[in-house]
């Protein structure tokens, strides 16, 4: 069946900001979300500097490994941003001004100052590549066959998104139950093995947290056939409360 | 002189909760804040999911690569907790109980309802490994040669961290200094990179922002030189004012 075929993505996330903690990461979480909801799963996620060496080996690694590479940073108008370089570099084709995007800037920058050079920079992508639209600031995002290169600030990836939205291929999205508990973890551990080996095509997560002085844990069941999801769901909502821990629907 | 050498360090954050935007990762900025402090630089994350053959494989590829490689998450007492049993095959050890891990269990569960099988999961390591002390929840992390598994939950690797603190050879930490301004870092662009070729040693960062109303940008100048970085955040701020722009320092 051609919906069973599980589609993948990555993401690199690049910029010097994250790994030196200044700055943290919103991008992973954001992109998980969205992929998700397109039928796709995020499969890894690597953080490089910004490095041309570094990035490039990322990009060809990721690239033939997933059905979609995305980038996140580095794609503004300063001498860190080399996220286009370093990808041209990798994919081995030239870097060249694309006229739509010089257009979309010359529009954007005219009330602005104008485009000087550093806002040109703005328009570079590899040859080859087409725009991604983004509402928000004028400079677009980039695609180069299966290589989606976004904006590294959160909202302006967000937009970027959107304007992708419906447009790529997947298959059935990922979809999950929660079911929290008080209960230490440890205690229903068993349960959980059980539960999900009883029930294949569905994964059960333990996330364990202490709250208001007391011990309890999410389980997160997930699987992308609903009719599965919601037997599995149901067993372990069982199992709990005949083990005399009352089960929280939709978590805690 | 000794004291140039460059210390790295790699962190592989594991999780399905991360890859599936369930869960905000947290742990990437705070070790790489530690890390600094430490005179370690974070060079390369990878988040991967909960899968024994991915979190080998960025396991040996990291370790080797770097002085130090990091772990969090999976070390916990469900099934989904795989990490010991991934490392263990990825460096080709058998995994054992700890001694001393059983008897910390055993310890902090005697009042909490006794050390069951799940429990003494927490206590299994691979063969050769030494513990890291966690104050907070009685379940150790585990240092074998140069890799380093810490907790899933922030708190509780913060903890680990904090034990940490101190043990590890480093190198001069990266420090920095912030200039803000009120400028759309295009503007200033030429000035940047100029400045930046002009203090080799130095590296500046654009971080642009969208705020009340108002686009502007903070500049991260960094270096392992406090000298230098001094020197070199001096001119930036002077290259700002001489073209019209007033530094703000500390950032914005």
């Known amino acids: 069946m051609a919906e069973d075929r599980i589609w993948t993505a990555a993401l690199i996330v690049i910029g010097d900001e994250i790994l030196s903690g200044r700055t943290q990461d919103?991008?992973?979480?954001?992109?998980?979300?969205?992929?998700?909801?397109?039928?796709?799963?995020?499969?890894?996620?690597?953080?490089?500097?910004?490095?041309?060496?570094?990035?490039?080996?990322?990009v060809n690694a990721l690239r033939a490994a997933h059905d979609y590479?995305?980038?996140?940073?580095?794609?503004?108008?300063?001498?860190?941003?080399?996220?286009?370089?370093?990808?041209?570099?990798?994919?081995?084709?030239?870097?060249?001004v694309h006229p739509r995007a010089r257009a979309v800037l010359e529009d954007y920058y005219a009330a602005r100052g104008g485009l000087t050079e550093a806002r040109l920079r703005m328009a570079r992508v590899p040859e080859g590549a087409t725009l991604i639209e983004n509402r928000m600031s004028g400079a677009p995002g980039i695609r180069i066959g299966n290589v989606f290169i976004l904006a590294?600030?959160?909202?302006?990836?967000?937009?970027m998104l959107e304007a992708l939205t419906g447009t790529?291929?997947?298959?059935?999205?990922?979809?999950?139950r929660t079911i929290g508990c008080w209960v230490a973890e440890s205690e229903v551990a068993d349960l959980l093995s059980e539960t999900e080996r009883a029930?294949?095509?569905?994964?059960?997560g333990s996330y364990p947290f202490f709250r208001e002085g007391r011990v309890g844990a999410n389980f997160v069941v997930r699987s992308?056939?609903?009719?599965?999801?919601?037997?599995?769901?149901?067993?372990?909502?069982?199992?709990?409360?005949?083990?005399?821990?009352?089960?929280?629907?939709?978590g805690i």
Chains 1, 2 share one sequence.
């Open 224 to 250: 992308s056939d609903e009719a599965l999801l919601d037997a599995c769901a149901a067993a372990l909502a069982r199992g709990l409360a005949a083990a005399g821990f009352a089960p929280v629907t939709d």
């Open 69 to 96: 590479l995305f980038t996140t940073g580095g794609i503004g108008p300063t001498h860190d941003d080399i996220t286009v370089d370093a990808i041209a570099a990798a994919l081995g084709v030239p870097v060249i």
């Open 152 to 159: 590294g600030v959160p909202h302006i990836a967000g937009m």
């Open 199 to 204: 029930h294949p095509g569905c994964q059960i």
């Open 26 to 58: 919103r991008n992973i979480a954001q992109i998980a979300l969205w992929l998700n909801v397109q039928g796709i799963r995020l499969a890894e996620v690597r953080v490089v500097p910004d490095v041309a060496e570094a990035i490039g080996g990322a």
């Open 168 to 176: 790529l291929e997947g298959g059935r999205p990922l979809i999950s």
